[in-house]
């Protein structure tokens, strides 16, 4: 099943928004979305991960909310959390945003596709080229396991596909 997840991830790739998360160029990619519960305005990693959990066959991607944070605690209320500090390939990795290492009410959400021991690769939707939240595209990148981060996207762990 996880093999299956990193296809469904992988098929998104380039998937671009309209300028200010104003929706999807590719109109079937934005009926996928809206069918998962995107928004016009909203950020949209989370919801690209729920999308491909959704498509891999898991009924868990009923927990994944339109917010990283959100998504930790609907896991932990369902007493379905399996926070880990490595991943599987299919897990969803949540990041807490951190502005002078005081912790922010933002983050990020991205699909774990091959896993290291230093580095381990993602598809993430919402992101840009240097990997942030506020992005464009969905897009392939290689994230470090860095749960200490002052400034940016800190890693909070791995919720891992079941």
């Given at each position: 099943m996880e093999k299956y997840v990193k296809e469904i991830a992988e098929s998104?790739?380039?998937?671009?928004?309209?300028?200010?998360?104003?929706?999807?160029?590719?109109?079937?990619?934005?009926?996928?979305?809206?069918?998962v519960g995107f928004y016009t305005g909203a950020p949209w990693c989370a919801f690209f991960a729920k999308l491909v959990w959704k498509d891999a066959g898991t009924e868990r991607y009923k927990l994944i909310a339109g917010s990283a944070l959100q998504t930790m605690r609907n896991f932990?209320?369902?007493?379905?959390?399996?926070?880990?500090?490595?991943?599987?390939?299919?897990?969803?990795?949540?990041?807490?945003?951190?502005?002078?290492?005081?912790?922010q009410t933002t983050g990020h959400v991205a699909v774990v596709i091959e896993v290291g021991d230093s580095t381990f690769t993602t598809i993430e939707g919402n992101t840009n080229a240097k990997g942030g939240r506020e992005g464009i595209e969905v897009a392939k990148k290689i994230r470090s396991y860095k749960f200490y981060e002052p400034d940016g996207l800190q890693l909070m762990g791995f919720i891992n596909f079941k």
């Open positions: 998104f790739i380039g998937q671009k928004e309209i300028h200010g998360n104003q929706g999807f160029i590719d109109k079937l990619f934005e009926v996928k979305m809206r069918g932990v209320k369902s007493e379905k959390l399996e926070l880990t500090a490595k991943p599987n390939i299919g897990a969803i990795g949540i990041y807490r945003t951190m502005k002078n290492s005081k912790a």
